[in-house]
Structure formats: structure tokens, C-alpha cells
């Protein structure tokens, strides 16, 4: 068994970062439809995350926002001109599908893909699947930039496989490692993975959410673990409950999180808790694990108390001395019930024993918190020296980051600002300096 760290990948909110509500079925997201937002400092406090989280000994990188506003998107669907006329007439006759060109979603990196280590896979190689996120409009381009992210990252094929998106059809409905966990006794061992789903797609007798879109299907999830040749023993796909997603949870990681042999995770996550609890059990035998279920009862936090406060969008981290730091935001310690909760849960002797939190309103109200946030990838110590290192947080690259951010960033961004061409000028000014600061040229396609 080699060594191994998981790295966790933060997104870095760009600089057009804008409350546009486009996501149904993301409370957060759509209650603050239209609201003014801070471009400078959702993405210093973005970063200072990374860096207090690299400061303390954590495997922390980063991957680049993608390139706003989407002028591919919107010349398509007839928007001609000069760069200033598109915009100009976008937001005259169609302002939703401008902020759709704005949106600023792929800062969750979460959803850029599935990765599987290189100890579960058939060739022995790390595996990446750029989710193509085809149930809404405004992020179903999101996956071309992030194979290209990925690939630019992570190109040595001795050691790394970077796939297409799946087709980009509802059968195959796929929305990446929000909906996907890796359990293990260790990140260089065989591991566990768990795949879970909104609905079926072939079997309408299957449940499935009445109010919102289940935006995972159960034949992505399948096609995810064949192309990535994982063990048939050691994949366990269970139905998320349909019920919560209509209370809002709109990916799996908004109801559960694990980290090595740890699930934490509400009671009414899973369709059948007791059936996806037995496979895994079954599951991490053969790898030499015990499961440790972590179950938070609804009479303790509500799914609506965690839904507001993100308590399960949380990252579980293991630290040095083998306890586990929960990642939290500031919103579970302004809420009661949580707050109460979290507070037995730390005293409890059990696997978590100190939490970590962060002020992150700007991504909250956008509809996420720290673990939609980043993508968590493991690495051996091999693998790690493979990958592009430009994008690892350091002191150094903090700090430049921080210049960069104050140079190109605005305080305020409102809806009709989207419409401004300086601002579709500042912002491609701005990711071209940083493909010089991360050493990543050719990165994006701006023609």
C-alpha cells in the first residue's frame, strides 16, 4: 500500500461573482435571486479558507473559475454583434439567459467531476469525470472548462485518466462528487465508493422527488464506475430520499459527508438507511475497514435546520494525530439547534473532536458552503509530484492571490452591472494575469 493524501481542490470565486437565482431547488441559491453581491470578498474569504486549512498542515490546492460572461452560449441562441452589442441586447430581451452566461457556479468545484484514486481503479491510475450538469442551462457548458482544467492539472497518462463528460441526455444526469463519497482505513488503501442518486431513469416506478429536479441519476452513476473500472464489491449505489430533496437538499452532500471510514450523515439522507448502511458494512470488510456511522436524529437538528445552516455541506477532515476536525460555516453556530447539536457532538469522544469554522457568506448565499466548495482528490506521493504544482496553496501564492483579487475585483456587483461591457473587459483582464500567476498557459479559450 503506497502513501497517500487527499488534497482538497477549492474553486476560486471569479470576478463576477453574482446572485442570479438560477438554480431551482437550491433554497439558498434562489432566495437571494437578484441581491447585490461582493466579488472581492466572497473571493478573499474563499482564500482565506485555503490558506488557514494549508497553514495548519492539509493538503490544499486550488482550480481557476471559468471564463465569464459565456459568449459561446450566447451567440448560439442568435446574440450578434460586437461583444458590447451581445451583452447589450442579452440583457434587453432575455436577462435570465445573460445571467445565465454570468453565472457563477462553477465556483463550485464539488460538482466538476467524480474522482476515483488510483487504488480503486482497474489501471491503477487516478480517474476524473468532468460532471456535464445538463439539469440546468446555465452550468451545462461548465464541463468542457473543467475537463480542460483537469487535463491541464492532471496530464500525465501515467498516472492520470481524465474523461469526457457522459452524454449530455437526462438518462445520464450527472452532477459529480456532490453526490459521490469514498470511504476507506486509509487514502492509499482499497477504498469504498458510494454513489448516490436522484431517480432512475428506466424504472419510473423508482422513487423520486415530486417538487424539486433530482438532478443524479442512478445510470450516471453506473457509467461513472465502469469507466473508471471500479470493483463491483466495493461500489455501492443507494437512492437519496426523495422527501428531503424536496425540502431543498439538492445534492447528497447537503444531507451527508464522509471521510475514511466515517459517514456523517442525517437520519433521513437515504432512501433506506438501513439497506446502504448493510452495504457498506459488507463493502468495507473486504478492505479491511469498519464503518463508523455518525447519525444525526431529526427530533436533534431538522432537515430544514440543516438545509439553512449547511451543517452536512461541511468538510470532514482527518488531522495528524487521526481525530477528525469538522468544517464548518459560520451559519451552525448562529443556528440553535445546530449549534447545540455540534457542541454534544465534539464532546461525545467519538470521531470528531474540534470544529473549524469559517465566515463564507458570500458562497452561502449563493447556495453553498465549504464542501461544495472543493474537490477532493487523492494522491500518492507520486502522483502529487505529477501533478501541474501551480495550483498548490503556499504563502507565497496567498499572497499574490490576495494583490490580484484587491486588483481586479469589484465590491459590488448588481444584476444590470451584468450588462456593463467594462465588466466583461476587467474579467477576462483578470484570468488572463492568472493563468501567469499559476503557470497555466492555454488554459482558456477566449477567442
Not at 439558498?28 to 474563499?46: I, R, T
Not at 442551462?137 to 469526457?164: C, I, K, N, P
Not at 457522459?166 to 456532490?178: H, M, R, V
Not at 423520486?208 to 470493483?231: C, F, N, V
Request: with cysteine.
Amino acid at each position: 500500500m503506497q502513501t497517500a493524501r487527499e488534497f482538497n481542490f477549492d474553486g476560486l470565486v471569479g470576478p463576477s461573482h453574482n446572485y442570479a437565482g438560477l438554480s431551482f431547488g437550491n433554497v439558498a441559491s434562489f432566495s437571494n435571486v437578484k441581491s447585490a453581491s461582493n466579488p472581492k470578498q466572497a473571493a478573499l474569504q474563499g482564500l482565506a479558507k485555503m490558506h488557514a486549512l494549508a497553514v495548519r498542515g492539509f493538503a490544499q490546492a486550488l482550480l481557476p473559475p471559468q471564463a465569464r460572461p459565456n459568449f459561446r452560449l450566447l451567440r448560439a441562441i442568435g446574440f450578434t454583434g460586437t461583444d458590447a452589442d451581445v451583452l447589450a441586447r442579452a440583457y434587453r430581451e432575455s436577462p435570465v439567459i445573460l445571467a445565465c452566461a454570468y453565472s457563477a457556479s462553477p465556483m463550485w468545484t464539488a460538482n466538476a467531476a467524480t474522482v476515483s484514486p488510483s487504488s480503486d481503479t482497474f489501471d491503477g491510475r487516478a480517474h476524473f469525470t468532468a460532471a456535464n450538469l445538463n439539469n440546468k442551462l446555465h452550468r451545462a457548458d461548465e464541463h468542457a472548462q473543467s475537463t480542460r482544467t483537469l487535463r491541464a492539472l492532471f496530464g500525465d497518462e501515467r498516472h492520470f485518466a481524465v474523461h469526457d463528460a457522459l452524454p449530455s441526455t437526462p438518462a445520464f444526469g450527472d452532477e459529480g462528487a456532490a453526490n459521490h463519497t469514498r470511504l476507506c482505513a486509509s487514502h492509499g488503501g482499497k477504498g469504498v465508493e458510494l454513489f448516490v442518486y436522484g431517480r432512475v431513469e428506466f424504472d419510473p416506478s423508482a422513487p423520486s422527488p415530486k417538487k424539486y429536479p433530482a438532478r443524479q441519476t442512478l445510470e450516471a452513476s453506473q457509467a461513472i464506475a465502469r469507466l473508471h473500472g471500479l470493483d463491483a464489491a466495493r461500489t455501492v449505489f443507494s437512492s437519496q430520499n426523495p422527501d428531503v430533496i424536496d425540502q431543498g437538499v439538492f445534492h447528497n452532500d447537503v444531507i451527508a459527508v464522509g471521510n475514511g471510514n466515517v459517514l456523517f450523515y442525517h437520519e433521513q439522507a437515504f432512501h433506506d438507511e438501513s439497506a446502504v448502511l448493510a452495504k457498506l458494512r459488507t463493502a468495507m470488510d473486504g478492505v479491511g475497514a469498519v464503518l463508523d456511522p455518525v447519525r444525526v436524529d431529526t427530533n436533534l437538528v431538522s432537515v430544514a435546520d440543516a438545509v439553512a445552516s449547511y451543517l452536512f455541506n461541511s468538510q470532514l477532515l482527518t488531522k495528524s494525530d487521526g481525530k477528525m476536525a469538522l468544517v464548518i460555516p459560520q451559519e451552525c453556530q448562529e443556528n440553535l439547534a445546530v449549534a447545540r447539536y455540534l457542541e454534544q457532538l465534539v464532546a461525545s469522544g467519538g470521531p470528531v473532536d474540534e470544529l473549524i469554522h469559517f465566515d463564507l457568506r458570500q458562497s452561502m448565499r449563493n447556495g453553498g458552503g465549504p464542501a461544495c466548495l472543493r474537490l477532493r482528490v487523492a494522491l500518492t506521493d507520486v502522483e502529487a509530484g505529477a501533478m501541474h504544482q501551480g495550483v498548490i496553496m503556499t504563502e507565497a501564492l496567498y499572497a499574490t492571490l490576495v494583490d490580484w483579487v484587491g486588483k481586479y475585483y469589484r465590491d459590488q456587483l448588481e444584476p444590470k452591472d451584468l450588462a456593463d461591457p467594462q465588466l466583461a473587459i476587467e474579467c477576462q483582464g483578470a484570468l488572463e494575469e492568472l493563468t501567469r500567476i499559476l503557470g497555466l498557459p492555454g488554459l482558456y479559450d477566449l477567442t
